[in-house]
C-alpha cells in the first residue's frame, strides 16, 4: 500500500524547535504537491505549508518566517523545520498531498498525524 508516515512530533518549550518528517512509502514514481497542516482539538484543520514538485513553498502567514517545509524527493519525503515555536502552534500535524505511482497512478493520502505541544 502507498502510505504517508509522520514522525518527529513531541513536547518543546516555547522558542524551541522541532523537525517533523513524512515518508511515503510504497511504489512511489513521483509526490507532487505536498503539504502539512495542523488541527487543535474542536478546532479545523488548517493548511501550514505547501511545496510543489518544483520546489516552491508557500506558507500560513502565522508560520511564516519560522517555519520551512522542504522535500527530497529522492528519498520520497517531506520535513517541516519549526523554530520559535509558540504555545498557539501545539497541535495534531498533518501531512498530505499527491503522490504518484505507477502501478496504479494518482492518489491522495493523509498520514496519521504526529503530536506537536508547546510548553509555555
Known amino acids: 500500500q502507498v502510505q504517508l508516515v509522520e514522525s518527529g512530533g513531541g513536547l518543546v518549550q516555547a522558542g524551541g524547535s522541532l523537525r517533523l518528517s513524512c515518508a511515503a512509502s510504497g511504489s512511489i514514481f513521483k509526490m507532487n504537491t505536498m503539504n502539512w497542516y495542523h488541527q487543535a482539538p474542536g478546532k479545523q484543520r488548517e493548511l501550514v505549508a505547501t511545496?510543489?514538485?518544483?520546489?516552491?513553498?508557500n506558507y500560513a502567514d502565522s508560520v511564516k518566517g519560522r517555519f520551512t517545509i522542504s522535500r527530497d524527493n529522492a528519498k520520497n519525503t517531506v520535513y517541516l523545520q519549526m523554530n520559535s515555536l509558540k504555545p498557539e502552534d501545539t497541535a495534531v500535524y498533518y501531512c498530505?498531498?499527491?503522490?504518484?505511482?505507477?502501478?496504479?497512478?494518482?492518489?491522495?493520502?493523509w498520514g496519521q498525524g504526529t503530536l506537536v505541544t508547546v510548553s509555555s
Open positions: 498530505n498531498g499527491q503522490v504518484y505511482s505507477a502501478l496504479t497512478g494518482s492518489v491522495e493520502l
Open positions: 511545496t510543489t514538485s518544483s520546489g516552491s513553498t
